[in-house]
């Protein structure tokens, strides 16, 4: 049955034009909102989310290896040694960098001095930039290292946008997302990665945490130690030495 | 200074996404919901829908850095990553959008075919994919028209993933807000619909000298300007809320707030694109006979509003969280060429609609009650 509305104007399906109006909205912005609500917990409880996602992974004490680095600001001279060696060992396109040191000057003049922050990937152990890839190419090892699949990344830049430490890029040369992997060639090889390597300073360690006699373990051990913006809940496998809190921070 | 990780090309994307379900959406509103005053626009707001929806991947291989693999978005849907729902929601979006035109323009196209000749008679025989019926038409079922609208729009409302892909990123203070999806949703709805009352306007109005009770309930409609309003206090509670967060939070928003993007953000996004159309069209339906070019203002005025709001958006929630020094919140050249070329290839594309699609008949359309009808019920 056709009804009217007040001012006689009828509606195929039976229900005034005022009727269908309202309900039209009501559709619309209720399923936007409902859908805004059913989703807001995802964002809102993002670190047991992730903890749900890596269920599957082995925990540390079944790993054979367990990889982390001590970075000691307290010896960073800021020669970027580290970057250069990067490049070269890993044949990073120009313009683009796997590891960096950020420069800044603190205190007020005349008394100031310079300070230095290393950054790289700091192979999260709840790393933010795996579960967004929408193909699945970037992914955590068993043994604690966050990789790229260059073969199956697209490139859409999503990790890129989702890593809290800006350690992602895009590489202009093979067009795929591309960040630091702890020199995961070397250390299979039973070697230091090239930046460690090569530290003049002596301000890289890395090791295996699961060697309790390795040198990341003395020192985790030994000396109190800070990660990068822990508020982001991404566990970083990167530990720092010497930073304040304004380096805490610090953005990629 | 580099480029924005995800400039022009993300924007686009989401810009001709939001058209294309915003022109859905007002078709649906007819179509679905029997909502008679949007009958004149029905037609040209399904070919809006299609047309928007064609061009959609378009500005998402350009973005990809390897655009060859996008194979592999439909290969690994998994639920951790919004980006990965986009394969099967476009696919079923756009599948059933086309399935849905070809149900809601069957009588047409297969009147047009009848008088058709060359090119345009072959392209319709294409259009029609079942042997088109001799004779007097038969009666039409409205199954497969009902089925592939609903599940439209079921994938319409599911287009809230593009503003979740952004709100799931706790590294982007600004982007990180679990209200993103419906604010997405309904500047997509306001934008498609404006666009569609444009082309409307644009195509119809040159030929009539006085306009019909059916185009003046056009004009008078409250439901742009009411989700426009929405739109406005969602932005309004989301930016106050923000304001009074972290630090960092609040470093965010005064990039869009006072800073290099308030003018694309606050000023065209908002006060332009949204505050002053809404005003303009609430104005114009206390008309006694609204005016056409007052309500064509306010569409293009919200087109332009819906493109900076985006914009404003996605470049601020980057430039937020990087030294000013390190990247411009601008397109390059590059990108804003490509834009242009898309551009071009809509304009290409509707021009062939239009030639193709029988949208000027106004004859019966599925869900139309004849007069005979309505006195008898």
Known sequence: MVQEDRKGRTSSSGLSRRELLTRGTIAIVGAAATSSLLLSPTVQAQGETHAKYYDNFPRRSEMEHRWAMVIDLRRCVGCRACTVACKSENGVPEGVFRTWVRYEEIGAYPDTRPRYLPLFCNHCDNPPCVPVCPVLATYKRDDGLVLIDYEKCIGCGYCIQACPYGARHLNPAQKTADKCTLCVHRLEAGEKPACVATCIGGALTVGDLNDPSSEVSRLLAAIPVQTLKPEQGTDPMFFYVGLDGRILEVSG | MTELEWGLPVVAKYVFGGLSMGAFVTYYLWQGFGLKTFRPLAKLAWISAAVFGLVIPIPIFSHLGQAGRWPELLLNFHWTSPMSWAAPILVVYLVSVLLNGRFFFHDDVVLAHRSAKGVRRIALRILLLTRPP??????????????????????????????????????????????????????????????????????????????????????????????????????????????YAAPAVQDAVAVLETGELSLIFLWVGLVLGAAVPAMMLVGNARLTVPRASVAGA???????????????????????????????????TGQVVEFLAILALVYFLFQVALWLSPWRQMSPMPGDVSPAAEVTA
Do not use: C, D
């Not at chain 2, 087109?303 to 990087?322: H, R, W």
């Open chain 2, 298 to 332: 306010a569409a293009v005025l919200i087109l332009i509003g819906s493109f900076a709001q985006k914009y404003g958006f996605v470049a601020g929630g980057q430039i937020a969280t990087l030294a000013p020094a390190e990247v411009s919140p601008w397109p390059s």
């Open chain 2, 134 to 243: 001799e004779g007097q038409l038969p009666e039409r079922s409205r199954f497969g028209l009902r089925i592939t609208g609903g599940l439209a729009f079921l994938s319409v409302l599911f287009f809230g993933y593009t503003g979740l892909e952004l709100g799931i990123l706790g590294s982007h203070p600004l982007w990180a807000n679990p209200i993103n999806p419906a604010m997405f949703l309904i500047t997509n709805v306001i934008s498609g619909a404006a666009f569609v009352v444009l082309l409307w306007m644009g195509l119809e109005w040159p030929r009539r000298r006085a306009a019909s009770a059916e185009e003046k309930a056009v004009l008078a409609s409250p439901i742009l300007p009411l989700l426009i309003g929405v739109f406005l206090g969602l932005n309004l509670f989301v930016y106050l809320t923000l304001s």
